[in-house]
């Protein structure tokens, strides 16, 4: 399949137009469209045609029970798609348009496909302005899942979306680097006054706690214990995993640079930015990776992705990273490195 990649400006959405078109009549066709979003970028289907989901599970290689996000264009258009609740709206008029997805039960309009069998299903808006365009003119329910391979990565480059799904899938909307660089929270909400944390985000449990009861499911710092049933499918799957080994090691600067002196494995180091220089100094045959300052998590979050990919060019024994604090928007960086880990941790 031969795959249209065009470059859209988001301060300039006029100058788009007959993109922003085209993108709409692949999906209202059936078709597939990758689509720049402020959390990373999504590949798009229309949520309604079951057929467009079976597609989306094949370019991915994903399992067809790790259900889909259906992206809308306004909070308000929820209510065609679940059943909402006074929470729902308390929620949407804090976070959205925003990185926030919730779960609730689905009707029948959205096909068991895109549901992955579930009797719920994941919504969220996205406050991308070319993503926010290619939903409303497309008039449907965009389901998207983050456009990488499965088992890599989330992209937040065009780039990476290239590499993954070049004649893969019809259309790749190239809108720049993601804002923040890590998938959305994704939260079930309970009843009207609970939610339960099932993915962490740049929306915070701490944010969260301002407005309802939050239980963080424990597969968001664990795995899933032998036997458990996953909340949330995809907590089940190894994700963001680079193609060497991850460790994660849980120590200050000093302790790393003793633990690994002795070391003869060719290894790669991701750092915080204050680290680089002087582990390169003392390991000069180690390729190391900046993930940006340590006490920058929102750097971290747009650059983990990346450094992930980047340390896929070449063959490492080990990668060593730093194991992230769990506080704001901490967790979702532990959350994600202890899965490219498969939650190898070492306490130094
Ligand atoms: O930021 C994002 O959320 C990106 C952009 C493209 O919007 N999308 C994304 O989608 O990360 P995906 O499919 O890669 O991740 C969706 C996660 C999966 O872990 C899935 O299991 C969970 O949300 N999920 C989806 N529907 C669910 C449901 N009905 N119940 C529980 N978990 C659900
Ligand atoms: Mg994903």
Redesign the pocket.
């Known amino acids: 399949m031969e795959t249209k990649i065009v470059k859209i400006s988001p301060e300039n959405l006029e100058k788009s137009k007959n993109d922003i078109k085209l993108a709409a009549e692949i999906i209202n066709s059936g078709g597939l469209v990758a689509i720049p ?1 402020e ?4 590949l798009g289907g229309d949520g309604t045609n079951p057929s467009a989901a079976k597609k989306i599970y094949e370019a991915k290689g994903r399992p067809s029970d ?4 259906i ?1 809308i264009a306004e909070p308000s258009d929820a209510e065609k798609y679940i059943y909402t609740n006074e929470l729902y709206y308390k929620l949407a008029s804090k976070f959205m348009p925003g ?1 926030l ?1 919730v ?1 609730m039960k689905a009707r029948d309009i959205i096909p068991t496909e895109t ?2 069998g ?1 009797s ?3 919504v ?1 808006c ?1 406050s991308n302005p070319s993503a926010n365009a290619i939903i409303k003119e497309s008039g449907v329910p965009i389901a ?3 456009a990488n391979l499965s088992g890599k990565p ?1 992209p937040t480059t065009a780039q990476h979306v290239i590499e993954d799904m070049t004649g893969r899938i019809d259309m790749i909307i190239d809108g720049g680097d993601c804002e923040f660089g890590l ?2 929270t ?1 939260i ?1 909400i309970d009843n009207d006054t609970s939610v339960t944390l ?2 962490p ?1 740049r929306v915070t449990a701490e944010e969260l706690s301002f407005i309802a009861q939050v239980n963080i499911a424990s597969a968001v710092t664990e795995g899933l214990r032998e036997g458990e049933a996953a ?5 089940k799957y190894r994700h963001y995993a680079p193609s060497s080994p991850v460790v994660l090691l849980d120590g200050d600067f000093s302790k790393i640079k003793a633990y690994l002196s002795d070391s003869t494995e060719k290894f790669a180091l991701i750092a915080y930015e204050e680290d680089v220089q002087s582990f390169r100094d003392v390991f000069p045959d180690a390729d190391v990776f900046s993930i940006g300052g340590r006490e920058d998590t929102a750097s971290q979050a747009h650059l983990l992705f990346s450094v992930l990919r980047k340390t896929d060019k070449k063959n490492y024994d080990k990668i060593y990273a730093p194991l992230p604090s769990r506080a704001g928007i901490g967790l979702a960086l532990y959350n994600r490195m202890i899965r490219a880990a498969a939650h190898t941790i070492i306490k130094l």
């Open positions: 979003t959390t990373v970028y999504g790790n259900p889909l996000i992206h990185p997805t779960v549901r992955g579930l719920t299903v994941a969220r996205p998207a899942p983050s989330s998938e959305s994704v079930s099932l993915r985000g909340l949330s499918p995809g907590m």
